[in-house]
T-cell receptor, first 114, second 109 residues
Framework: DAGVIQSPRHEVTEMGQEVTLRCKPI?????LFWYRQTMMRGLELLIY????????DSGMPEDRFSAKMPNASFSTLKIQPSEPRDSAVYFC????????????FGPGTRLTVL | GQNIDQPTEMTATEGAIVQINCTYQ??????LFWYQQHAGEAPTFLSY??LDGLEEKGRFSSFLSRSKGYSYLLLKELQMKDSASYLC??????????WGAGTKLIIKP
């Protein structure tokens, strides 16, 4: 398996622009997570899905952030409009329902908003 | 509130042993994870403890005491490639992962 795939790996945009981050989870995984990581705040859970359904979006910072999972193999995280404080590394992770349920992370998208 | 504490940074010498501690206060407990994260890379799973005691996996071991809300990750025979951040995460009563801020481990030759 190729693991969790994210695109793009790097994104540089200007304030006010729309940004879309993409994720393909590991085939057969029931759960998908979107995280944001910064030096100041560490790893923060933004939202997670179970069987394509959003379960908890309490970590989404504000209405500028939205996430979708139209099918089991694809999810997007959208920021509109983007702001400089959104600059961070965004990770997507997936896992199975198993007892341990360790999460497998994608390589991340490094977002810079100028 | 929910809280996980880890030292911010530790330094150790190549070939030595280092212990990274993690204390937690969470609403419920359903397991504790340790992840390794090299600079510029994604976190990768290292170990999982759900019962008290020591889990050994090669050069790495992880210990858990549920009554004390305490875990540690023990790294033996340190290698330069072990320089990374080590993240402690607890699965709470809702099976949500609560993440610590991570411990940056610096290995010196």
């Amino acid at each position: 398996d190729a693991g969790v795939i994210q695109s793009p790996r790097h994104e540089v945009t200007e304030m006010g622009q729309e940004v879309t981050l993409r994720c393909k989870p590991i085939s057969g995984h029931d759960y998908l997570f979107w995280y944001r990581q910064t030096m100041m705040r560490g790893l923060e859970l933004l939202i997670y899905f179970n069987n394509n359904v959003p379960i908890d979006d309490s970590g989404m910072p504000e209405d500028r952030f939205s996430a979708k999972m139209p099918n089991a193999s694809f999810s997007t995280l959208k920021i509109q409009p983007s702001e400089p404080r959104d600059s961070a590394v965004y990770f997507c992770a997936s896992r199975t329902l198993g007892e341990v349920g360790e999460q497998f992370f994608g390589p991340g998208t490094r977002l810079t908003v100028l | 509130g929910q809280n996980i504490d880890q030292p911010t940074e530790m330094t150790a010498t190549e070939g030595a042993i280092v212990q990274i501690n993690c204390t937690y206060q969470t609403s419920g407990f359903n397991g504790l994870f340790w992840y390794q994260q090299h600079a510029g890379e994604a976190p990768t799973f290292l170990s999982y403890n759900v019962l008290d005691g020591l889990e050994e996996k090669g050069r790495f071991s992880s210990f858990l005491s549920r009554s004390k809300g305490y875990s540690y990750l023990l790294l033996k025979e340190l290698q330069m490639k072990d320089s990374a951040s080590y993240l402690c995460a607890v699965k709470d009563s809702n099976y949500q992962l609560i993440w610590g801020a991570g411990t940056k481990l610096i290995i010196k030759p």
